[in-house]
């Protein structure tokens, strides 16, 4: 009865945490300050450059004497991110401009900006991560680079029988097991052993012979030597197996030592109508197969790119640029259970989402003092020159590190480290070489220039990394997975293997990111043997594909399957290693726990509670506030006309104007944004930020835009929530750093 009581506290306390951490989420909010009710509406945001975040938000105060006045406030904060959970934190709330339209009484006016500017700034305010992006889709301040990739088609297969595909880098490497005569291929995920001149390959249940191991007829048999089931005992680690429902057919083996993709269907493929498109999907395969009537070409989603092939019969593949795809694509519905490829297809909201989810870092605090890292090497270290830069890279070592000007780097899990030699000793770096932004995709270091170091004080460093790190990369309107570039693995005494692009079925999904596709579902992947921590994935580290996947698609329908995969398939994944810093036990924190009452200099004890107003009320580019109602037409709420921000109001000030305590000389905001994020200065701006005079005054189909982005975010919020695990996913052991197979 005792442990029952326990049980239910325990569990009484998970539900108000949650509820608390929901409660922080919800907008409006209220602030209580001298017997004024100060309301914030949701931040309507403007641009995201690293991790500093602009924008504004209509206001209003209650006073004291019940009456209600209306304003609107400009902003520039930190973003410190929780991407698990998908939430960030704005700390270092900085108010360059504040106005109320109504207030012509210069010393009210003041008052009334103080009171805010005061209470905002030592605020901790908290923002979803989906809400954050939605609203900044529609802005077009950020212009990413793209990334040169190499996009030549790898060999696809299609099969419409049950099959899997057996990846191996490159020519098979033999590797001798430890007290046995036999041997196994080192080089792939999977478990292939020899036995004097034949083959066996282990695969859930199954075990398939060959005389060759890249040979075209793998067949199942039941005859398997007993020292090679007793090897495979000892190898395999059944506690990664995945569980997968109706596991019960044999499938075809298909082995490539060169980049591949498996496509399949059940069956004869079976077509279904887009609704007002000319489009046809494949709804009888969990790929994404569409094809176009008019052309006659199929279409096939591999890793964020499109395909093209008249056939899919192994037919002539070529890469499609996403800006040529067919005009109908933009069109699929948002309701049709093909609708998750319009994150491929440039210009859909959800392209624009996935554009600035590129751009979202994830951060951390680093601890100088405890932070450290170890790096081994295959025999002395060797180096080489990255072509057309100053960098030079370790390729004897399942470590990231770069020789820079006869100085060391070391990028481990998302922190810099330096050292004057190339075995150590490391320290934390709290600067990041500027050579770095030289290194071209076709170097398999290339995602390290996505490692970012944003601050630092004496004691900690503030880093960041953005999906890029994770091989996640911006091209002509689309997010693509991988390079396209095949790098070369190591193998001395060690194998070290480098990302992959292809080969693992990897597609994006709108709410949960990259996951593995379905042709792992049979479980006869086995990551665990490569050590280093990372794998054929590199930092990502995703060891956990569909686990419901292939099977489970054929017990409920594809696409059903498909689309409620989530939390059993892309989840598992995702949230196993959605946060590269949580791999680390010691010297590093989640900057969810930094707060604006850890900054110099901030007011503590400011909180805010959920408001009982309608998230309704907006404000424009000129300051003016906006409410709308139910049938969907703008009211002005502040009675008189805004005049611009930056120019004089009749008194003869500028709106723009501080408190008199602050500079009253508005600073212009620079023409161009930087390409790389920019540090926070260590002290306060001088002087606020002017806007743009130029600007176009916001007109209401510009609100109503707004209006539906903060719609949109909170579907996606929502969405992301539902898709959430119940259960906390079991995570992999990693193995020990600096790892690899001995030959």
């Given at each position: 009865?005792?442990?029952l009581?326990?049980?239910c506290?325990?569990?009484?306390?998970?539900?108000a945490?949650?509820?608390?951490s929901?409660?922080?989420?919800?907008?409006?909010?209220?602030?209580?300050a001298s017997g004024?009710?100060i309301t914030?509406?949701?931040?309507?945001?403007?641009?995201?450059?690293?991790?500093?975040?602009?924008?504004?938000?209509?206001?209003?105060i209650?006073t004291?004497?019940?009456?209600?006045?209306?304003?609107?406030?400009?902003?520039?904060?930190?973003?410190?991110?929780?991407?698990?959970?998908?939430?960030?934190?704005?700390?270092?709330?900085?108010?360059?401009?504040?106005?109320?339209?109504?207030?012509e009484?210069?010393?009210k006016?003041?008052?009334l900006?103080?009171?805010?500017i005061?209470?905002?700034?030592a605020?901790?305010?908290?923002?979803?991560?989906?809400?954050?992006?939605?609203?900044?889709?529609d802005?077009?301040?950020?212009e990413l680079?793209?990334?040169?990739?190499n996009?030549?088609?790898?060999?696809?297969?299609?099969?419409?029988?049950?099959?899997?595909?057996?990846?191996?880098?490159?020519d098979?490497?033999?590797?001798?097991?430890?007290?046995?005569s036999?041997?196994?291929?080192?080089?792939?995920?999977f478990?292939?052993?020899k036995?004097?001149?034949?083959?066996?390959?282990?695969?859930?249940?199954?075990?398939?012979?060959?005389?060759?191991?890249?040979?075209?007829n793998?067949?199942?048999?039941?005859?398997?030597?007993?020292?090679?089931k007793?090897?495979?005992?000892?190898?395999m680690?059944?506690?990664?197996?995945?569980?997968?429902?109706?596991?019960?057919?044999i499938?075809?083996?298909?082995?490539?030592?060169?980049?591949?993709?498996?496509?399949?269907s059940?069956?004869?493929?079976?077509?279904?109508?887009?609704?007002?498109?000319?489009?046809?999907?494949?709804?009888?395969?969990?790929?994404?197969?569409?094809?176009?009537i008019?052309?006659?070409?199929h279409?096939v989603?591999?890793?964020?790119?499109w395909?093209?092939?008249?056939?899919?019969?192994?037919g002539?593949w070529?890469?499609?640029?996403?800006?040529?795809?067919?005009?109908?694509?933009?069109?699929?519905?948002?309701?049709?259970?093909?609708?998750?490829?319009?994150?491929?297809?440039?210009?859909?909201?959800?392209a624009?989402?996935?554009?600035?989810?590129?751009?979202m870092?994830?951060?951390?605090?680093v601890?100088?003092?405890?932070?450290?890292?170890t790096?081994?090497?295959?025999?002395?270290?060797?180096?080489?020159?990255?072509e057309?830069?100053e960098?030079?890279?370790a390729?004897?070592t399942?470590?990231?590190?770069?020789?820079?000007?006869a100085?060391?780097?070391?990028v481990?899990?998302?922190?810099?480290?330096?050292?004057?030699?190339?075995?150590g000793?490391?320290?934390?770096?709290?600067?990041?070489?500027?050579?770095?932004?030289?290194?071209?995709?076709?170097?398999p270091?290339?995602?390290?220039k996505?490692?970012?170091?944003?601050?630092?004080?004496?004691?900690?460093?503030?880093?960041g990394?953005?999906?890029?790190?994770?091989?996640?990369?911006?091209?002509?309107?689309?997010?693509?997975?991988?390079?396209?570039?095949?790098?070369?693995?190591?193998?001395?005494?060690?194998?070290?293997?480098?990302?992959?692009?292809?080969?693992?079925g990897?597609?994006?999904?709108p709410?949960?990111?990259?996951?593995f596709?379905?042709?792992?579902?049979?479980?006869?992947?086995?990551?665990?043997?490569?050590?280093?921590?990372?794998?054929?994935?590199?930092?990502?580290?995703?060891?956990?594909g569909?686990r419901?996947?292939?099977?489970?698609g054929?017990?409920?329908?594809?696409?059903?399957?498909?689309?409620?995969?989530?939390?059993?398939?892309?989840?598992?994944?995702?949230?196993?290693?959605?946060?590269?810093?949580?791999?680390?036990?010691?010297?590093?924190?989640?900057t969810?726990?930094v707060r604006?009452?850890?900054?110099?200099?901030?007011?503590?004890?400011v909180?805010?509670?959920?408001?009982?107003?309608?998230?309704?009320?907006?404000?424009?580019?000129?300051?003016?506030?906006?409410?709308?109602?139910?049938?969907?037409?703008?009211?002005?709420?502040?009675?008189?006309?805004?005049?611009?921000?930056?120019?004089?109001?009749?008194?003869?000030?500028?709106?723009?104007?501080?408190?008199?305590?602050?500079?009253?000389?508005p600073?212009?905001?620079?023409s161009?944004?930087?390409?790389?994020?920019t540090?926070?200065p260590?002290?306060?701006?001088?002087?606020?930020?002017?806007?743009?005079?130029?600007?176009?005054?916001?007109?209401?189909?510009?609100?109503?835009?707004?209006?539906?982005?903060?719609?949109?975010g909170?579907?996606?919020?929502n969405?992301?929530?539902r898709?959430?695990p119940?259960?906390?996913?079991?995570?992999?052991?990693?193995?020990a750093?600096?790892?690899?197979?001995?030959?």
């Open positions: 009865m005792k442990t009581r326990l049980i506290l325990f569990l009484a306390t998970l539900t945490f949650a509820a608390n929901e409660e922080k989420l919800v907008w409006p909010r209220e602030i209580e004024n009710v914030l509406y949701q931040p309507q945001l403007e641009s995201l450059n690293g991790n500093m975040l602009d924008g504004r938000m209509a206001v209003s209650k004291k004497s019940d009456d209600m006045i209306f304003g609107a406030l400009w902003f520039n904060a930190t973003l410190l991110t929780d991407m698990e959970a998908r939430t960030a934190d704005l700390v270092k709330v900085e108010i360059p401009m504040i106005k109320f339209p109504d207030v009484d210069e010393s006016l003041e008052q900006k103080q009171l805010v005061d209470d905002m700034e605020l901790d305010v908290k923002m979803s991560i989906d809400r954050i992006l939605a609203d900044l889709e802005e077009e301040n950020l680079l793209n990334d040169q990739l996009n030549n088609p790898p060999e696809i297969y299609y099969r419409s029988e049950p099959s899997v595909l057996v990846i191996i880098d490159g098979p490497i033999m590797k001798t097991v430890e007290k046995s036999l041997e196994y291929v080192l080089n792939t995920p478990l292939i052993l036995r004097k001149s034949d083959y066996y390959l282990k695969g859930g249940d199954y075990w398939f012979t060959a005389s060759d191991v890249l040979s075209k793998w067949k199942q048999t039941k005859s398997v030597p007993k020292d090679v007793k090897a495979a005992d000892k190898m680690d059944k506690e990664e197996e995945p569980e997968v429902e109706g596991n019960d057919a499938p075809e083996i298909i082995v490539s030592s060169v980049p591949a993709e498996l496509i399949s059940d069956g004869k493929l079976e077509y279904e109508t887009i609704k007002g498109t000319s489009l046809l999907f494949v709804k009888n395969s969990e790929n994404d197969i569409i094809m176009d008019n052309s006659q070409h279409f989603l591999l890793n964020g790119r395909f093209s092939s008249k056939t899919l019969a192994d002539d070529t890469f499609v640029e996403p800006d040529d795809l067919p005009e109908d694509f933009a069109k699929i519905p948002e309701d049709e259970s093909i609708a998750t490829v319009r994150a491929s297809v440039p210009g859909t909201p959800e624009k989402e996935a554009k600035y989810e590129q751009q870092p994830q951060t951390a605090v601890d100088r003092k405890t932070a450290s890292v790096v081994e090497y295959d025999g002395d270290p060797k180096f080489e020159k990255i057309d830069s960098v030079e890279y390729i004897n399942a470590s990231t590190v770069l020789r820079i000007k100085k060391y780097y070391c481990d899990d998302g922190i810099w480290f330096e050292s004057t030699k190339a075995t000793p490391w320290i934390v770096s709290d600067s990041r070489p500027a050579e770095v932004d030289e290194i071209p995709p076709s170097a270091v290339y995602n390290v996505y490692v970012y170091i944003y601050d630092s004080t004496p004691d900690v460093v503030y880093v990394y953005t999906p890029g790190y994770c091989h996640s990369y911006w091209y002509n309107g689309s997010v693509f997975y991988g390079t396209g570039y095949y790098y070369r693995p190591w193998y001395g005494s060690y194998y070290y293997p480098r990302p992959w692009t292809f080969g693992f990897v597609h994006y999904n709410y949960t990111g990259w996951g596709n379905v042709g792992f579902s049979y479980g006869w992947f086995h990551m665990n043997y490569y050590g280093g921590g990372y794998g054929y994935w590199g930092p990502a580290g995703y060891r956990h569909y419901h996947g292939y099977h489970h054929y017990h409920h329908g594809y696409r059903d399957g498909y689309l409620r995969g989530y939390a059993g398939g892309y989840a598992n994944g995702r949230y196993n290693s959605r946060n590269i810093y949580n791999r680390r036990d010691r010297g590093i924190r989640s969810r726990d604006n009452r850890d900054m110099p200099n901030r007011r503590d004890n909180s805010s509670r959920p408001s009982s107003r309608p998230n309704n009320v907006y404000t424009d580019r000129d300051g003016n506030i906006m409410r709308r109602d139910n049938n969907g037409n703008w009211q002005q709420e502040n009675k008189r006309p805004s005049t611009r921000p930056d120019l004089p109001n009749k008194s003869g000030n500028t709106n723009a104007t501080r408190p008199s305590t602050r500079p009253t000389q600073t212009q905001r620079p161009t944004r930087p390409t790389q994020p540090q926070r260590s002290t306060r701006p001088t002087q606020p930020t002017q806007r743009p005079s130029a600007r176009p005054a916001t007109r209401p189909n510009t609100l109503e835009r707004d209006f539906n982005s903060r719609n949109r909170t579907t996606r919020y969405n992301f929530q898709s959430r119940t259960t906390t996913p079991r995570s992999r052991p990693m193995p750093r600096g790892g690899g197979m001995r030959r």
